[in-house]
């Protein structure tokens, strides 16, 4: 079961039915959907896809995924899965163009990146970038991950994978053995 996350500004929670309208108004801004997946869809199709969050995702329990809340009201999209393009577990998210430049960003990828160290146990955690997307991009390095490969889209586009790594543990035994 998915849990709710808190970070300074932002509740990551589980989806409700009540969310499908803001969950579309999302992935059909073109500012947001054109770094995202193939692009902006279909309205239908993004309802399908909402529809699949609790018919498939979160009724077999497959993947991690969050309505991102801000005083209540919904912002943004985040998720952590295991994906076969970086042969381990990528990070997702999106934000409304509207609380873009906040810091918001590196709030939502920050804890879901905590989640995939501490609650799933990973020593790695990736991201994929489309390359002109600058501010993702430096958002993440800021955030301690690194450039490991680029892909060449279909459509001959480059994305960027990057990669994280769980920092070793510190504590008094370590310090014992210096």
Not at 38 to 52: K, M, N, Q, V
Not at 140 to 161: I, K, M, N, Q, W
């Given at each position: 079961?998915?849990?709710?996350?808190?970070?300074?500004?932002?509740?990551?929670?589980?989806?409700?039915?009540?969310?499908?309208?803001?969950?579309?108004?999302?992935?059909?801004?073109?500012?947001?959907?054109r770094?995202?997946?193939d692009?902006?869809?279909?309205?239908?199709?993004?309802?399908?896809?909402?529809g699949r969050i609790?018919?498939?995702?979160?009724?077999?329990?497959?993947?991690?995924?969050?309505?991102?809340?801000?005083?209540?009201r919904?912002?943004?999209?985040a998720?952590?899965?295991?994906?076969d393009?970086?042969?381990?577990?990528?990070?997702i998210y999106?934000?409304?163009?509207?609380?873009?430049?906040?810091?918001?960003?590196g709030?939502?990828?920050e804890?879901?990146?905590?989640?995939?160290?501490?609650?799933?146990?990973?020593t790695e955690?990736?991201a994929?970038?489309?390359?002109?997307?600058?501010?993702?991009?430096?958002?993440?390095?800021?955030?301690g991950?690194?450039?490991v490969?680029?892909?060449?889209?279909?459509?001959?586009?480059?994305t960027?994978?990057?990669t994280?790594?769980?920092?070793?543990?510190?504590?008094?035994?370590?310090?014992?053995?210096?």
């Amino acid at each position: 079961m998915t849990p709710t996350l808190r970070t300074e500004r932002l509740y990551l929670e589980p989806y409700v039915p009540e969310d499908e309208d803001g969950f579309v108004a999302l992935f059909q801004d073109a500012r947001v959907s054109r770094w995202m997946g193939d692009g902006t869809t279909s309205e239908a199709d993004d309802r399908a896809l909402f529809g699949r969050i609790f018919s498939k995702v979160y009724a077999e329990e497959l993947f991690d995924v969050w309505a991102v809340r801000r005083d209540g009201r919904l912002v943004g999209h985040a998720e952590i899965k295991r994906t076969d393009e970086v042969d381990g577990f990528e990070i997702i998210y999106a934000l409304a163009p509207e609380v873009w430049g906040r810091g918001l960003g590196g709030e939502v990828a920050e804890a879901i990146v905590a989640y995939g160290f501490g609650t799933l146990g990973l020593t790695e955690v990736h991201a994929t970038v489309a390359a002109p997307n600058t501010a993702s991009l430096a958002l993440l390095a800021g955030l301690g991950f690194t450039h490991v490969r680029d892909v060449t889209e279909a459509d001959g586009s480059t994305t960027r994978v990057l990669t994280r790594h769980r920092p070793p543990p510190t504590g008094p035994s370590q310090a014992q053995g210096r």
